[in-house]
């Protein structure tokens, strides 16, 4: 059974960092295609990176773009998303997100992805 559990997340003020971790169980990250999701209150969730795990390509959208990095770790088996700039836009609920799949479509689109963990929660002050 595939588990994926995020951490990292918390309150800050506009212009500071946070590291966002996803560790994965019953599922092998290397070499796969996985992302970073978030969901404000209200809002759809929307895509904020991905990585196409063989080759290493990563994706953002432009709102994110310069400020936030997603890396996948294959010898501890975790995603991570680095985030800085942050700003009280980005305040959502975080979530990991993976697939089985080796090819997809949009890599920042939800319904490319069938496992997903419980969130983590960032908080952006201004």
């Known amino acids: 059974q595939v588990h994926l559990v995020e951490s990292g997340g918390g309150s800050v003020q506009a212009g500071g960092s946070l590291r966002l971790s996803c560790a994965a169980s019953?599922?092998?990250?290397?070499?796969?295609?996985m992302a970073w999701f978030r969901q404000a209150p209200g809002k759809e969730r929307e895509g904020v990176a991905a990585?196409?795990?063989?080759?290493?390509?990563?994706f953002y959208p432009g709102s994110v773009k310069g400020r936030f990095t997603i890396a996948l770790d294959n010898a501890k088996n975790t995603l991570s998303l680095q985030m800085n700039s942050l700003k009280p836009e980005d305040t959502a609920m975080y979530y990991c997100?993976?697939?089985?799949?080796?090819?997809?479509?949009?890599?920042?689109?939800?319904?490319?992805?069938?496992?997903w963990g419980q969130g983590t929660q960032v908080t952006v002050s201004s």
């Open positions: 997100a993976a697939t089985d799949r080796k090819y997809i479509g949009d890599p920042l689109q939800r319904s490319e992805y069938n496992y």
């Open positions: 019953g599922y092998t990250a290397r070499n796969k295609n």
């Open positions: 990585i196409y795990g063989g080759p290493g390509i990563t």
